[in-house]
């Protein structure tokens, strides 16, 4: 999945939130409705996580 600025890889809470527009807690809350995501393990989600977190909120 590939819009034209954005594509499914390893992202973390920060790139995804400024992707998104918010704050970094208004994305947290956002990600914490999504129950199957999985634990955010390292510093980034892997692509499967981000995936399931543009299919729940839409492309940024």
């Keep these: 999945m590939q819009t034209a600025d954005f594509t499914i890889k390893a992202y ?4 995804l939130a400024a ?3 918010v704050s970094r807690s208004t994305f947290r809350r956002w ?3 999504i129950s199957d995501l ?3 393990i390292g510093k980034t989600y892997t692509p499967a996580q981000v995936k399931k977190i543009v299919e729940h909120l839409g492309t940024p």
């Design 19 to 21: 992707f998104y527009g």
């Design 31 to 33: 990600i914490n409705q």
């Design 12 to 15: 973390t809470k920060k790139q």
């Design 38 to 40: 999985g634990e955010y």
